[in-house]
């Protein structure tokens, strides 16, 4: 199995998936009602409506995107070899409140046989502004399921009552001939255990 990760993020880069260390005492650890996390928009080849969903966890420590659509295999049509998803997602709270992503976590599956590659990327931001986190990987001959976890930039999101946040992401496959025929790239389950993007947020009062 050959995998390459490349992670570029802007700004200081959080050490702890639960909490940037210089975030202050102000800090939330645990926020109240009033939270929320909806769809505000999505298109491209890998998402659909009806196959993308996007869930907060109880606590609001967590934003989970959840794809059961999203595969990208070499087959009989070239535009089969590459999906992509443009996803912007809105992020309730009550005013005076504003949030960072400091880790994220990508769950798929890669099922690709010699003479084919693989590659996954996804870029992370709010809107109007320079990428928090991008992440690129490279994908050699492999069966099985990969994780990539990986701490992002500290910036805070503009403090107002909606703020949106956009995820890019894209899975390529390449290769020729029949040893390679039916490899494929997953973002792809209904199962939030099993694949599945989870952002870990913190909040603080603005």
């Given at each position: 199995?050959?995998?390459?990760?490349?992670?570029?993020?802007?700004?200081?880069?959080?050490t702890?998936?639960?909490?940037?260390?210089?975030?202050?005492?102000?800090?939330?650890?645990?926020?109240?009602?009033?939270?929320?996390?909806?769809?505000q928009?999505l298109?491209?080849s890998?998402?659909?409506?009806?196959?993308?969903?996007?869930v907060?966890?109880?606590?609001?420590?967590?934003?989970?995107?959840?794809?059961?659509?999203?595969?990208?295999?070499l087959?009989?049509?070239?535009?089969?070899?590459?999906?992509?998803?443009?996803?912007?997602?809105?992020?309730?709270?009550?005013?005076?409140?504003?949030?960072?992503?400091?880790?994220?976590?990508?769950?798929?599956?890669?099922?690709?046989?010699?003479?084919?590659t693989?590659?996954?990327?996804?870029?992370?931001?709010?809107?109007?502004?320079?990428?928090?986190?991008t992440?690129?990987?490279?994908?050699?001959?492999?069966?099985g399921?990969?994780?990539?976890?990986t701490?992002?930039?500290?910036?805070?999101?503009?403090?107002?009552?909606?703020?949106?946040?956009?995820?890019?992401?894209?899975?390529?496959?390449?290769?020729?001939?029949?040893q390679?025929?039916?490899?494929s790239l997953?973002?792809?389950?209904?199962?939030?255990?099993?694949?599945?993007?989870?952002?870990?947020?913190?909040?603080?009062?603005?």
């Amino acid at each position: 199995m050959r995998l390459r990760t490349t992670v570029t993020a802007t700004g200081v880069i959080a050490t702890l998936l639960t909490g940037v260390a210089a975030a202050g005492a102000s800090a939330s650890a645990r926020p109240g009602p009033g939270f929320g996390i909806e769809v505000q928009n999505l298109h491209g080849s890998g998402c659909r409506k009806k196959d993308t969903d996007a869930v907060l966890s109880n606590d609001n420590m967590a934003l989970t995107i959840i794809y059961s659509g999203f595969v990208a295999e070499l087959g009989r049509k070239a535009k089969d070899a590459r999906k992509e998803c443009r996803l912007t997602l809105r992020v309730k709270a009550p005013k005076g409140n504003r949030y960072t992503v400091t880790g994220i976590q990508q769950r798929g599956y890669a099922d690709i046989a010699q003479g084919a590659t693989g590659t996954f990327t996804a870029v992370y931001n709010y809107p109007g502004k320079n990428p928090l986190y991008t992440v690129t990987r490279d994908f050699g001959p492999t069966v099985g399921a990969w994780q990539d976890n990986t701490p992002a930039a500290a910036e805070w999101s503009p403090c107002d009552a909606h703020k949106p946040f956009k995820v890019d992401t894209d899975l390529i496959i390449k290769g020729k001939g029949d040893q390679a025929a039916g490899s494929s790239l997953t973002i792809d389950s209904t199962d939030v255990d099993a694949a599945s993007t989870t952002l870990r947020l913190r909040w603080e009062k603005c």
